[in-house]
């Protein structure tokens, strides 16, 4: 089974506008990864965020990560049409052995 | 610069055939992975490579072996292939096992018929 799962599963929004996605795991984790996948492609890594981080940037990429709630968002701000892609988070477990497991993705078009 | 090179990148088998997938890096890196990914599961590993020399089942690992080579090259087997192997298989590295990020390669679409 999946550790994390994304929500929405998709999601098409306007050029211009924000795109939200969550992610939300079930055991705790050492740090969590966003990966984006453009179609027939491999997954390009996009930011990490430790467990004992709550925020983290990088260009218009903004992740938060709530351990409390098990979950994390990716927040792209002024999307374009080169965003259109499949976001994965992936989760690193704690404990001496990082298993990462990935989601089922969320699918997101940008429509110009 | 090449990352994480895979090949090939189609390939179609008949049922019972055998194939060996290969991948190799320049980072060098410590830790290789393979991976399957199939519609509407996400990506689902099969076998890493925590460091040269050592190999490990992930979570889908019935049907294939691995063999780490050297440092840069980590192969994939399928001894005697099957219609549910059909999927797209990535192979990725990482500087280490804790905490970092994972590259990927461009992926080996795999159908067997």
């Known amino acids: 089974s999946q550790q994390g799962e994304e929500d929405p599963q998709a999601l098409s929004i306007q050029e211009g506008e924000n795109a939200t996605m969550n992610c939300s795991y079930k055991?705790?984790?050492?740090?969590l990864q966003w990966y984006r996948q453009n179609s027939g492609r491999g997954l390009v890594h996009l930011i990490l965020?430790?467990?004992?981080?709550r925020e983290k940037h990088s260009g218009r990429l903004r992740v938060t990560l709530d351990t409390s709630k098990k979950s994390s968002s990716l927040l792209i701000t002024a999307s374009r049409a080169a965003d259109t892609a499949s976001y994965f988070c992936?989760?690193?477990?704690?404990?001496?052995?990082?298993?990462?497991?990935f989601g089922i993705g969320t699918k997101l078009q940008v429509i110009p | 610069n090449a990352g994480v090179t895979q090949t090939p990148k189609f390939q179609v088998l008949k049922t019972g055939q055998s194939m060996t997938l290969q991948c190799a890096q320049d980072?060098?890196?410590?830790?290789m992975y393979w991976y399957r990914q199939d519609p509407g599961m996400g990506l689902r590993l099969i076998y890493y490579?925590?460091?040269?020399?050592?190999?490990d089942k992930g979570e889908v690992p019935n049907g294939y072996n691995v063999s780490r080579l050297n440092k840069r090259e980590f192969s994939l087997r399928l001894e005697s292939a099957a219609p549910s192997q059909t999927s797209v298989y990535f192979c990725?590295?990482?500087?280490?096992?804790?905490?970092?990020?994972?590259?990927f390669g461009q992926g080996t679409r795999l159908t067997v018929v």
């Open positions: 490579s925590a460091s040269e020399g050592t190999t």
């Open positions: 992936a989760t690193g477990n704690s404990g001496g052995y990082q298993k990462v497991t």
């Open positions: 055991t705790s984790i050492n740090n």
């Open positions: 990725a590295s990482s500087v280490r096992q804790q905490g970092a990020e994972a590259f």
């Open positions: 980072m060098n890196h410590n830790s």
């Open positions: 965020i430790r467990s004992n981080e």
